[in-house]
């Protein structure tokens, strides 16, 4: 039988002999042996059982409880990976071995329990791989599992099978929508809710927004005072900072921590404030804010007191600074630098190098 390998027994030591001891564990092992070698646990009768324990000794007590219960959670394990049917066979052998078994109903009720909760997952996750051949409904009645029992060992299963690919989807850092649909199908086949928590949603969300700016088609969005040129479309617009590089001076901190420290440890300084040393730095400030427009021939930015536009013909690079800086390299107006939201800086470069790339072909 599936579940039940053959196992050595043990050879009686020389005073076990000698004074008529015997390992009571060979009981269980041939009790095992027969199961190993049965097509059905029917085939272990009492009279077999009670055979096996005369031939080393042992009775049915308190004390080898868990040797039988280990016994029978074998056959528990095939019951609940297999049956098909509330009348599957399967069903009677479990009970025929409890019986032989002699085994208290409580702890059949216990070694079922845990048979249940094992199968149950590993028939879930067959479930979501389309290796099982019942439906969620049906293992639940062949179960005795009502929605709520199994709740929470389907959401174990969904999360650990996504948790396995997630991985793979950060380092793409694209979420498509064949992808999610088939893991809103897989919670449909769980019945489960298609739910992740706010971390993993916001990702699953901006790896989206990335796929649609490489693959999506570009929709012609509606915008109220945007002067457009005949045939001129905006596909997309996002809040901006309009950026300008300036340098500054600055105290330098570092400086002045340690040269405090230093003082501290032999004077003590009254007077007027020491003069600290400057540095110079270059910054990128934000001078405007407005809003960022692409349209299908140019970029334009508008705000209250600015406004700018450049033709992607006039566009000769764009630079990201990788979080939410885009600089636009031009040949009439020199560097023209915005600031977005984080998220959508990346997309907007994905989509004004998708557009000039179309219109060059």
Not at 300 to 321: C, G, H, M, R, W
Request: proline fraction near 2%.
């Amino acid at each position: 039988m599936k579940g039940y390998t053959k196992q050595e027994l043990e050879q009686c030591g020389f005073f076990s002999g000698l004074f008529g001891g015997k390992p009571a564990a060979n009981a269980w092992k041939e009790i095992n042996n027969i199961l190993a070698d049965a097509e059905s646990a029917t085939e272990l009768t009492s009279d077999k059982v009670k055979k096996a324990l005369k031939n080393w000794g042992v009775k049915f007590n308190d004390e080898n409880m868990q040797e039988r219960s280990a016994i029978y959670r074998k056959t528990a394990d095939n019951v609940y990976t297999d049956v098909m049917t509330l009348d599957d066979p399967l069903f009677n052998e479990a009970k025929h071995l409890a019986a032989v078994l002699e085994l208290p109903e409580h702890l059949v009720g216990l070694a079922n329990k845990g048979a249940k909760m094992a199968a149950y997952f590993n028939r879930c996750s067959k479930l979501i791989k389309g290796e099982e051949k019942l439906t969620i409904g049906e293992i639940n009645t062949l179960f005795g599992y009502d929605y709520e029992d199994g709740l929470s060992i389907r959401k174990q299963v969904f999360q650990a099978n996504f948790n396995l690919e997630f991985e793979d989807i950060s380092k793409e850092r694209r979420f498509s929508p064949e992808q999610e649909e088939r893991y809103r199908e897989q919670c449909k086949a769980l019945d489960i809710p298609y739910e992740f928590k706010s971390n993993i949603n916001n990702a699953l969300e901006h790896y989206r927004e990335l796929w649609n700016a490489e693959n999506a088609e570009f929709n012609e969005l509606e915008v109220e005072g945007l002067p457009l040129a005949d045939g001129e479309h905006c596909h997309c617009y996002a809040n901006a900072g309009y950026c300008v590089k300036k340098t500054v001076e600055r105290e330098d901190n570092i400086f002045e921590l340690t040269r405090k420290f230093e003082i501290d440890e032999v004077v003590s300084f009254k007077g007027d404030k020491l003069e600290q040393p400057k540095i110079k730095e270059e910054i990128t400030a934000v001078e405007d804010i407005g809003y960022f427009f692409v349209t299908n021939y140019r970029i334009i930015y508008a705000s209250e007191k600015l406004a700018k536009q450049v033709p992607f013909a006039d566009i000769t690079a764009i630079e990201y600074d990788g979080t939410n800086i885009i600089t636009y390299h031009t040949e009439n107006q020199g560097d023209l630098i915005f600031k977005y939201p984080d998220d959508a800086a990346e997309v907007m470069v994905i989509i004004v190098k998708r557009i000039m790339e179309k219109n060059k072909a």
